[in-house]
């Protein structure tokens, strides 16, 4: 229990939140680091997982190569990656794509594969072309198992991104590392701490979201500024 | 008009839906196709707007080979309602209705008053244009795939047993307001039922199809009930239940007609 309380007692030291290496900046590194990824991974996987979930198409190729690239080790991939790229912070980012890829193109054809059929069938019939059957029903229907996965994608980029310091100077991870080189446990505590924290908020966040979204595609009550709210209550007396 | 020149349709798997189907349906009228599961009905009338190619044959629209159209451009132009309404469950009735005006770029004003317009012509209160359609009934959903079908006022209508889904005081409210609305508007229009009842009352001219899109027998209503013609007809159109052979009785001073069994079916107007 000291432990935690020393770690408490660590973030609570004004030193820790000044200066180049302060808990803020590192924080926003960690952000950073953490909105590239997951903006670089999502530009990939939404046109392929939208193509897979319009077409049908590729889908066992991609379900194959997204288990695999799962199956990597991501400290593992890091070492090789900086090996050959060097020190400094592309390494760490190209490895966490690789693991921000998989959750983001399931969320995006899993998503888009269960809009009902015949909706978008009756979408196609009504004379809508396939590109406004993506952007106009399927995008919109699918928003929330999208928003899903970029949800499960970005918490993993967050809690693995503390490896970006393993190689390179910046993000969360940096306290982790340093407090395990010099032995300063509730320093390399109170990072873990940090991590878990913004984890557990940015989920918090996009989890609000998703359920918004949600509300909006599937709006099963009369909404109460609704006009047909008033005659309908008045029926019900 | 829309007519099927020796049209064929096979699906992957080698079943036929369709074998050699010729007929011209004329418009301004209502043809009924009328057949059970496998007659191939369905496949029929998704190959007038293209949502399915012929394997072999040609299907014109007032004299033009529809593969000379645009696909997009030919449904837009064609009113398509289904089982189901096929409604798109994010959108407003209103905008539902204005799905294929918005797409050819009328303003989403005007859209939207020519949606209300709709929406009275088909039966509905315009308190229900802001709602969604999850929050309707299954008649009203099927109320605003037909007025969604009407909104670019096409001149063909193809409906894939629309009334399929709804109970049968619905479906007979549904079935007499498409009347009203049909001897209003004069829409070439293919009705797809495996409803015979619906077909004979809707219907201007019926199809009876057997399996393979084969015609069994074409014809008015009326002709098809008076001489069926052969064995097929006849036990499809339930010839010989008792509410298909009337005879009059006078009770009253009023002529009542009965059914083989006995029973009532109403009376004679005088």
Redesign the interface.
Known sequence: MSMFLEAFTWLADSAAWMGATSIGHRLGQHLIITMIVVGIAAAIALPVGIAIGHTGRGRGFVIAAAGAARAVPTLGLLTILALAMGIGITAPIVALIVLAVPPLLAGTYAGIENV?R??I?????????EF?IIV??EL??AAHVILGGFRSATLQVIATATLAAYVSDSGLGRYIFAGLKSRDYPQMLAGALLVAALAILIDLGLSVLQRMVRR???????RPR???AG?SLKGAS | MIEFRAVSKSFSGGAVAVEEFSYVLPSHRTVALVGSSGSGKTTLLRMVNRMLEPGSGTVLIDGRDVREFNKVALRRSIGYVMQDGGLLPHRTVAENISTVPVLNRVSRKEARVTALELLEQVGLDLTLADRYPAQLSGGQRQRVGVARALAADPNILLMDEPFGAVDPIVRRELQNQLLALQSRLGKTMVFVTHDIDEALLLGDEVIVLRSGGRIAQVGPPAEILAAPADAFVRDFIGADRPERVLRIVETQGRKVVLDQAGRPAGVLAS
């Open positions: 009902e015949t909706t069938d009756a979408a196609r019939a009504a004379g809508m072309n406004q106009h029903v919109p229907l909006s595609v599937e709006p099963r009550m009369p609704s006009r047909v005659p």
